[in-house]
């Protein structure tokens, strides 16, 4: 089995990281950069990513995308106001935002797996071998479709996308494994684009996260933004001239105010110089300038800290550390506000711009069975409901609900011979439709026909650990799955992304078959491996009936698997997966009692 | 038959220590969170993340008082299955008529707006409405080991279950109302996160 790598996919930057030997360890490229800019642009001369594409940023901005995160998992009226400030084009009028460069539409999974490819290329090298899986962090606050998008973007890349963890409780983990972590945690997290607060409890190598918030689309962009803007003003009242509309300016001035920023961190006043054209802009900045035009930004992030120990059942005096995560939190007035809304001094012993990443490696290990005391227990920041009528949403499953968690819901018909239902389903706070986020429509399919309200569908909504939906359905009476056709609001269909993932691959279509079928060879290698141990350890716990069935189903894997027919192969891997489901909840059971027999009983019932 | 208290192998009871509860739930976990599972066949990882799903669903209702009182009238009602959403509960009409002079107030400040003496009226009423609202849980909590107490099919827990789902109701009805109180003020900032209408 190949590596498993952590990735903080960041807005502005984007690491790659893994354990060494217990310990956490940043990957860095041949210049020792830990820090691989999040910037891809398209030229002449090919795709160039990171360093490379951010010299192209002023030279060549129609083509250059940056923080192509605040894009993932949007549609084009989204992100309406957003792209008034981007130099690159959008296509209207879709419904997944899709890029224009010169000829060509990209979409921003397509573009993200451009910066995957990177990383997956910067830790090959490093490990001198393949690196097959990954964990991508992402911000808590991101919705289904954003999730899916990103994972999307890590298969185009050729990663087997193992787990989407959220960057708040990746960094909770990084802390948690140099025992920096204990008792009740809020972690501020203020990255680039995106703004996350979750609250965690830590005991017993376990961190459950009792709750999140926060804003994905509010970050150290939106300071450069605010600066800019101001500096734009300045120089249109000192020397005359109006930038607004010439994107190299635009380009020059966002990029001397982020670094104006970033002085100001630690200097109390900066000199900014930008030679334009015609005339030379110079102007000193102060940190109360910069504090005056962010003051709103930063307020704004303190309402989602309250929402967030509210939802937590807590105040701000039980939380016992404050951890500070992103880069935007270098700015003391952050800082300052951080401190005076949880009255404790937060702190940041972990490099604020590596401990997601160092976090996500934790989390790989984790996956990889090499870390067993640690378990992250996280939530769906967002509830999940369906339309009902009137256009009002029928919550199934409430925010801050722990993850994996599943409804269930009974369905009918509403009209004789009715065969199809239609489902909504929307993500959000608030009351009606209109005003949540639309993830998708399912239609159930096949139904057969009968007079209204007599069919009985039982449609299962299940989170699953990476905060997707997956929805099953089937029909009570005949206990039959039912078809779901699935059209994602603000996605890009399985069909489109199985063609990006394959016009990724580099090779000739030769190697591509040849390394299926070792896949599917090694998959069924492994299952049938699983299923001879299941039978022989438990195959008590299945009637003789369900052993005939999975022994006929291991036979005829077996078979397929002398052949090279990488089809039949998965197919067949499939059904013994399927016979051998019950036998797997069984044991499943078998298991959560044998950990109850541990406990006592009656060491329960209320004494104190 | 399987429900959330013999998930986590504990009898029917409301009186529970939540201690002890918390515990046995990381314990449970431990063994079937599908971080653990990564390496097992697909039917491994789907009866891992089945499981998963459903002692997190039992811990959610087990772990305070008052999601407990929920979910055991749902259990002794035999309505439990669904798992989802449930009917709006039935404010009881005494309390709806009480409310007719905040209802009033608010229409008007809907419709007038606010000068200092109705804003002070209204957050008189939400202060006394949030006492209540909390008196409902300590009303509910002192009870509940008379549930436990009881025996099983006696009339006395019929009728504490209906006196619960009372206290449950009014409190619903009561949160509506102070999320509406904190709308007239101006105070919504935090709105769709601490009342939100079920």
Not at chain 1, 188 to 196: A, E, H, K, Q, R
Not at chain 1, 400 to 418: C, L, R, S, W, Y
Request: charged share 30%; with cysteine; proline share 4%.
């Amino acid at each position: 089995m190949g590596r498993i790598v952590g990735i903080d996919l960041g807005t502005t930057n984007s690491l790659v990281a893994y354990v060494d030997r217990g310990v956490p360890r940043v990957i860095p490229d041949d210049d020792g950069r830990a820090l691989l800019p999040s910037i891809v642009a398209f030229t002449a001369a090919g795709v160039l990513v990171g360093e490379a594409g951010r010299r192209q940023l002023t030279r060549n901005p129609a083509r250059t995308i940056y923080s192509v995160k605040r894009l993932m998992g949007r549609g084009h009226d989204d992100v309406r106001d957003e792209l008034a400030h981007v130099p690159y084009e959008v296509v209207p009028a879709a419904e997944v935002v899709r890029i224009r460069v010169d000829e060509q539409e990209v979409t921003p999974p397509e573009v993200s797996a451009h910066l995957l490819r990177a990383l997956k290329q910067r830790a090959e090298a490093f490990f001198g071998e393949p690196v097959e899986g990954a964990v991508i962090t992402v911000p808590a606050y991101f919705n289904d479709s954003q999730r899916q998008a990103t994972k999307d973007a890590g298969r185009i890349a050729g990663l087997d996308v193992r787990r989407i963890v959220n960057e708040p409780t990746a960094a909770a983990l990084a802390y948690g494994l140099e025992r920096l972590a204990q008792g009740v945690i809020a972690v501020y997290d203020l990255g680039g684009g995106t703004f996350d607060i979750s609250i965690l409890r830590v005991k017993d190598g376990i961190f459950e996260v009792l709750a999140t918030n926060g804003n994905t689309r509010l970050g150290g962009d939106d300071f450069d933004r605010a600066l800019a803007d101001w500096l734009r003003e300045d120089i249109r009242a000192r020397h005359g001239v109006d930038l607004a509309g010439d994107v190299e300016a635009g380009q020059e001035l966002r990029l001397g105010a982020e670094a104006a920023k970033c002085r100001l961190s630690s200097d109390e006043r900066t000199a900014l110089t930008i030679p334009f054209e015609c005339f030379t802009y110079h102007r000193e900045i102060t940190r109360g300038d910069l504090e005056a035009l962010i003051d709103p930004l930063v307020e704004s992030t303190l309402g989602p800290c309250r929402m967030a120990l509210a939802d937590a059942g807590l105040t701000a005096e039980q939380v016992d550390q404050v951890v500070l995560v992103g880069g935007s939190t270098r700015v003391p007035m952050v800082r300052r506000r951080v401190q005076e809304l949880f009255g404790r001094t937060p702190h940041s012993q972990l490099n604020p711009d590596e401990v997601v990443a160092l976090g996500a490696a934790v989390q790989a290990q984790i996956l990889a069975g090499g870390i067993t005391d640690m378990l992250l227990l996280d939530v769906t920041p967002l509830s999940l409901g369906i339309e009902t009528l009137g256009g009002v949403v029928s919550v199934l499953i409430a925010r801050n609900t722990t993850i994996p968690t599943m409804a269930k819901e009974h369905f009918t018909t509403g009209v004789d011979g009715q065969t199809v239902i239609d489902l909504h389903v929307v993500q959000g706070e608030r009351e009606l439709v209109r005003d949540n986020r639309s993830l998708a429509r399912f239609e159930l399919r096949g139904i057969d026909p009968m007079p209204a309200g007599m069919p009985k569908i039982e449609v299962t909504f299940l989170i699953d650990a990476n905060g997707i939906l997956q929805v099953e359905a089937r029909e009570l009476r005949t206990g039959k799955a039912a078809s779901i056709r699935v059209t994602p609001t603000y996605g890009i269909s399985e069909a489109d992304v199985a063609r990006m993932v394959e016009a990724s691959f580099e090779h000739a279509e030769a190697d591509v078959s040849a390394r299926l079928l070792i896949e599917a060879q090694t998959e069924a290698d492994t299952v049938m491996n699983h299923v001879e141990r299941s039978l022989r350890q438990a195959g008590v716990l299945a009637g003789a009936e369900e052993r005939g069935r999975i022994r006929a189903a291991l036979a005829a894997l077996e078979e397929a698997r002398r052949g090279e027919d990488k089809d039949l192969i998965r197919e067949r891997t499939t059904e013994l997966n399927r016979v051998t489901k019950p036998l797997a909840d069984v044991m499943m059971e078998a298991a959560l009692k044998d950990a109850l027999a541990s406990r006592r009983a009656d060491g329960i019932l209320e004494s104190s | 038959m399987d429900n959330y208290f013999t998930v986590f192998g504990l009898p029917r009871k409301l009186a529970l220590d939540e201690g002890e509860l918390q515990r046995r739930f990381y314990d449970l976990s431990r063994r079937c969170h599908p971080d653990f599972h990564q390496g097992g066949t697909a039917a491994e990882q789907a009866a891992a993340l089945g499981a998963s799903a459903r002692v997190n669903r039992a811990y959610r209702a087990l772990r305070e008082p008052l999601s407990r009182v929920e979910y055991l009238i749902a259990l002794e009602d035999g309505s439990d299955a669904s798992e989802g959403a449930r009917d709006t509960p039935v404010a009881p009409p005494e309390l709806l008529a009480e409310m007719m002079d905040v209802q009033e107030a608010l229409e008007e400040a809907r419709a007038a707006g606010l000068d200092a003496n109705g804003r002070a009226a209204l957050d008189a009423q939400r202060q006394r409405l949030c006492a209540r609202y909390n008196a409902e849980y300590e009303a509910i909590v002192s009870r509940m080991a008379d549930w436990d107490a009881a025996e099983e099919g006696a009339a006395t827990r019929r009728a504490l279950l209906a006196w619960f789902g009372q206290r449950l109701a009014t409190r619903a009805y009561l949160s509506t109302v102070i999320g509406d109180l904190r709308e007239a003020l101006g105070e919504d900032d935090d709105r769709h996160g601490a009342h939100r209408r079920h």
